[in-house]
């Protein structure tokens, strides 16, 4: 099993801010994805993030908004820019190394 | 495109009774079929997963789902729910590889006394 650790775990921001998430693992892994969790929804991938090489994003998801970095194989950051309160969710870090495993998330409120 | 559908939101239950969550899914190959739970405020916990084999997985908790290929469905069933079970409960399907896992709107269960 893998232990992921996110931080921070909640933060309230302002408007035009940009926050960075930092998320680690108590192991090498290959793969990891960071997801987005809105109020009363489900969860939806922004990205998939390997060591090496540049983040993969979904539709709807940009890289000018969600930069990500993966430094090595047991840390990566997602920033959150120009934040507005549409941006307000859980982000959750997940990794694979024979299944995936979810970190306990970052609650981001935008005022 | 794969997806899922969870067509319950809410459920409610009396503790001590059996549960069944439906989940159907749409993909073109076999897929892998996973359900998580998500305690208020907690982060996501994998409860049991289907890659091949046996269509009954048991999972932790007392918790077990059937695939169903041929309903293309993955529905979680317990036989008696205890109040600690209320929760929100998620359905996934991954892709082939496990790349890309896409999650269904979730069903929100409340247990009562």
């Known amino acids: 099993s893998a232990v992921i650790s996110q931080k921070p775990s909640r933060d309230i921001c302002q408007r035009g801010t940009s926050l960075t998430i930092q998320c680690q693992v108590d192991s090498q892994v290959t793969m990891m994805f960071w997801y987005r969790q809105q109020p009363g929804q489900s969860l939806t991938l922004i990205a998939t993030?390997?060591?090496?090489?540049?983040?993969?994003?979904e539709s709807g998801f940009v890289i000018d908004k969600f930069p990500i970095s993966r430094p090595n194989l047991t840390f990566s950051t997602l920033t959150v820019s120009n934040m507005s309160p549409e941006d307000s969710s859980i982000y959750l870090c997940?990794?694979?190394?024979?299944?995936?495993?979810f970190g306990p998330g970052t609650r981001l409120t935008v005022l | 495109a794969q997806s899922v559908t969870q067509p319950d939101i809410h459920i409610t239950v009396s503790e001590g009774a059996s549960l069944e969550l439906r989940c159907n899914y749409s993909y073109g190959a076999t897929p892998y079929l996973f359900w998580y739970v998500q305690s208020p405020g907690q982060g996501l916990q994998l409860l049991l997963k289907?890659?091949?084999?046996?269509?009954l997985v048991q999972g932790i908790k007392g918790f077990e789902a059937e695939f169903k290929r041929s309903q293309s469905s993955f529905n979680l069933r317990k036989p008696s729910v205890h109040w600690s079970d209320a929760a929100e409960y998620f359905c996934a399907v991954a892709s082939g590889g496990y790349q890309k896992v896409t999650f269904g709107t979730g069903t929100k269960l409340q247990v009562i006394p």
């Open positions: 997940s990794v694979l190394p024979d299944e995936q495993f």
């Open positions: 289907y890659f091949s084999g046996d269509t």
């Open positions: 993030a390997n060591q090496g090489s540049e983040a993969t994003y």
